[in-house]
Each structure stands twice: as C-alpha cells, then as structure tokens.
C-alpha cells in the first residue's frame, strides 16, 4: 500500500512539474533546438565590436507569443545600449563642430528608435530546452545608426535653413534690413554644414538651396543702395488728434517736393523709436514732422483749432540734426470738432514748410 501511495505521489510530483502545454496536448515546441549548445551571446556582457546586441528571452506557452515576447525584449534591451539624442559635443559632423549656429540647430535634435532600427535584424535563437526558454539575438551595425542619426541631423539643419531663408526674405513680416540680411547670413552658414549625400531623398540638392540663398542676398544689397539713397518720412501725432487722411495729406504734400523720401508705415510714438526703425530699415537720413494740435473757445463761443508742426531732418549715421524749421501754425474755426477743418490747417502748414 505505502509503495502504491509513493509511486502516486512521484507521478503527481512529475505531473505538476511539466509545462502547462503538456496538459493540453500540445507537442513540445523545444525540441527544434533541442541538439543545439549554450551560445555565447546569452552570457552577461556580451557584445560585438561592430554592433549594438540585444537578447531576449520569453517562457510563454504559446509558441508564437513566445517568439513575439523574446523579440520585443530583444529590441527593448538593444535600443538601452544606443543613444538615440544627437548633442552637440560627439554627434557632429566635422565640417560643422565648430559653428555655433549648426551647434544650436543640432542641440535640438531627437531621433526616435523607430528611425535608427531600421537595419535591425534577428541573428539567431536559441531554446533552452528544460524550461522552453526562447533566446533571441538581434543585432544592428553601429555605422547604420550613425548614419540614421546624421541623416536626422541633416534634414533638421535643411528646416532651419529653409526656416532662416523665409525669415531673411519676408519684408513684410520683417521690415528690420538688417534682421534679414543676419537671418540670411545664419542660413548660409547653416548650408555650408548640411551634406547632400545623406539626404538622398530629398529633391533639391545644394546647387538649388545655393543660388536661393545668392538670389536674397542680392535683393537686401538692392534694398540696401535703394534705402541709402533715400529718405525716411515719419509724421509724429502725439495727441492723435489728425486723422491718417490728414496725416497722408501732410506727407504727399511734402514728397511733391522730395521726391526720395519714402514714408515709413510702422507706427511710432516717439523720436528715438522713429529713429530705430528708420535705421533697421536701411535709410541713412530721416524727416521727422512734428504736430500738436490744440483746441480752445473763441470770445464768440465758437471753437478754435491751432495745428503746429515743425520739421527736423536727421543723419541716422552721426546722429545729428542736418536742419530744423521754424515752427508753422495755422487756425481753423468750427462750432463743433467735426466742424473743425484739420485738412485745411495742415495744407497751410505743410506749405509753410516748403
């Protein structure tokens, strides 16, 4: 009877230690392998001079999810030995380390694993065969994720390039010449470090990008003579008291005898930022019209309006005033404010100041 129970108890024991798929009927999938010895890639440490490795290992019953599991934690351990973040100390071409722009666009820089793993493949596996154990090794040149991660440097640098490009060709999005011109100036330093072999899908190769960066900066050295041969014209209305129709008036009648001066659109609520702005936009010498306008009651009870207006000209280079007139008033008389005929005042004015 004790012998009875003992061999029950030793079959159970061997029962309960077999793989769950042995309860279902389903044949050993270890034995494919079963021949095969202990890899050296399945050790601690193990690595390729040449290569990042990865190993993964899943117990799972299921033999496709098994195979599944292993080849995911595989690639999980690989990508721990790469270094998916180009900075801009060891991920830099040579032509481009030392240049503070290419150095900022690259700092910038993420590669994700999904990019550089493109070349990765399954080099082997293995089963251990006691616990169905499925080993799997992949592996991935090293020159074939730098070349992913310069790659992703490049097409970043040609954004920036593009990006700077826009940037140094939009007058109206930025007046400041010589905004642009430094815009354009980054961009082609940006050119100089971008290698078109590495961007092979890319259409334009760098003749193309070359001759758009020569194209904008002839047009800011045309805008530049343009500017310099001119004169900048801006009408300061501090109490805000003449409409822009008259405000126009005033300039037209100014430019019929000076045909070179160019009024500047941009808004400005004091002398030095007329100044700054005339300066960015490439003038060398700039007319300031100064208007007040005052409004008071006659003895008869009607209103009486007053607009002053003086004219300096300046040398935006030496800072200094070329000529100043006098200041020139003219009156106008209303019952009301609307009644009050600014046009009239500032055609007297402006041709005082002829």
């Not at 999938?29 to 390729?48: F, H, L, M, V």
């Not at 900022?104 to 994700?112: G, H, I, N, R």
């Not at 002839?218 to 001119?230: H, P």
């Not at 045909?259 to 300066?279: G, S």
């Amino acid at each position: 009877m004790k012998n009875i129970f003992l061999s029950a108890t030793i079959a159970l024991g061997i029962l309960f230690a077999m793989p769950a798929w042995s309860f279902l009927g389903i044949g050993s999938s270890c034995e494919d392998d079963a021949d095969k010895a202990k890899p050296e890639w399945i050790k601690d440490g193990y690595s390729e001079a040449d290569y990042y490795v990865g190993v993964g290992s899943s117990k799972k019953s299921d033999k496709t999810e098994r195979q599944a599991e292993s080849e995911a934690l595989a690639t999980q351990h690989l990508t721990e030995h790469i270094e998916v973040k180009i900075n801009s100390v060891n991920e830099q071409s040579t032509s481009v380390s030392n240049q503070r722009v290419q150095k900022d666009a690259l700092s910038k820089v993420t590669v994700s694993a999904e990019e550089v793993l493109r070349g990765l493949d399954i080099k082997d596996r293995w089963v251990e065969k006691e616990s169905c154990t499925l080993y799997t090794l992949k592996v991935i040149s090293k020159k074939a994720v730098a070349q992913a991660k310069q790659e992703k440097a490049m097409k970043h640098l040609l954004d920036r390039f593009k990006e700077l490009l826009a940037e140094g060709t939009n007058r109206n999005k930025n007046p400041d010449l010589n905004d642009r011109r430094k815009n354009l100036e980054n961009a082609q330093e940006i050119l100089a470090g971008i290698d078109f072999k590495l961007l092979a899908d890319v259409g334009e190769g760098k003749s193309f990008h070359e001759k758009q960066l020569k194209d904008a900066f002839a047009a800011i050295v045309k805008e530049s003579s343009q500017s310099q041969d001119r004169m900048a014209l801006f009408v300061l209305n501090k109490d805000h008291n003449l409409k822009d129709g008259v405000v126009g008036k005033m300039v037209d009648q100014l430019r019929t005898s000076d045909q070179t001066t160019d009024r500047l659109m941009e808004n400005c609520e004091q002398e030095d930022e007329c100044k700054k702005i005339a300066k960015e936009r490439g003038f060398t010498k700039l007319t300031m019209l100064f208007a007040n306008c005052q409004v008071g009651v006659s003895q008869m009870g009607s209103l009486k309006g007053k607009l002053t207006v003086t004219k300096k000209i300046y040398d935006l280079d030496s800072r200094k005033i070329l000529a100043e007139s006098l200041a020139v008033s003219a009156e106008v008389i209303g019952w009301s404010n609307e009644e009050l005929d600014w046009n009239a005042a500032a055609e007297k004015v402006m041709l005082g100041l002829k």
